[in-house]
T-cell receptor, first 111, second 115 residues
Framework: AQKITQTQPGMFVQEKEAVTLDCTYDTSDPSYGLFWYKQPSSGEMIFLIYQGSYDQQNATEGRYSLNFQKARKSANLVISASQLGDSAMYFCGYGGFKTIFGAGTRLFVKA | DSGVTQTPKHLITATGQRVTLRCSPRSGDLSVYWYQQSLDQGLQFLIQYYNGEERAKGNILERFSAQQFPDLHSELNLSSLELGDSALYFC??????????????FGPGTRLTVL
């Protein structure tokens, strides 16, 4: 069965610094996707970035990049130049036959 | 605004009762997903519908059921409610083109409180 693991329940980062949120997955599907969503305290779910398993290059969207290492089954989210507004819950997800989310990482950005 | 609407925003009911949550997907999106977010279980995938047909099933209890109507809106029915069903229920929609993952656009959620 597919599984997503986020091992960091909470993380602190200084404003303007980069931070990496870890995500590992387990699957036997030949084709799949990995993605990240942000959930601020307001509760909405905001799509950040997507990586397909056959994509040759790591996905980037503005300050967000996905460090995809297929052999290690990891899909870490890198946020560059953190901003106070980045403080939120971040969910890693797996998209295949079913959609599965990890437990989430709460990020705190310090001024 | 994602374009996905959910009603009601808040729902307070008693144990043993039945409720219906409603979701209207973004215009043109054929797929609808339902998720349950609770403090102890995280964000759990419940079920997906594509163009009126059930496509994938996750951790959905037998007391729960869903359907997608011809106009593509979807309803999630929760019956014999228990205290543990208190959660935020999200609906999401996607275009579902070509079998590849499409970004899921989430609605604002329905906060269900079972007393």
């Amino acid at each position: 069965a597919q599984k997503i693991t986020q091992t960091q329940p909470g993380m602190f980062v200084q404003e303007k610094e980069a931070v990496t949120l870890d995500c590992t997955y387990d699957t036997s599907d030949p084709s799949y996707g990995l993605f990240w969503y942000k959930q601020p305290s307001s509760g909405e779910m905001i799509f950040l970035i997507y990586q397909g398993s056959y994509d040759q290059q790591n996905a980037t969207e503005g300050r967000y990049s996905l460090n995809f290492q297929k052999a290690r089954k990891s899909a870490n989210l890198v946020i560059s130049a953190s901003q106070l507004g980045d403080s939120a819950m971040y969910f890693c997800g797996y998209g295949g036959f079913k959609t599965i989310f990890g437990a989430g990482t709460r990020l705190f950005v310090k001024a | 605004d994602s374009g996905v609407t959910q009603t009601p925003k808040h729902l307070i009911t008693a144990t043993g009762q039945r409720v219906t949550l409603r979701c209207s997907p973004r215009s043109g999106d054929l797929s609808v997903y339902w998720y349950q977010q609770s403090l102890d279980q995280g964000l759990q995938f419940l079920i997906q519908y594509y163009n009126g047909e059930e496509r994938a099933k996750g951790n959905i209890l037998e007391r729960f059921s869903a359907q997608q109507f011809p106009d593509l809106h979807s309803e999630l029915n929760l019956s014999s409610l228990e205290l543990g069903d208190s959660a935020l229920y999200f609906c999401a929609s996607s275009a579902e083109s070509g079998g590849r993952f499409d970004e899921q656009f989430f609605g604002p959620g329905t906060r269900l409180t079972v007393l």
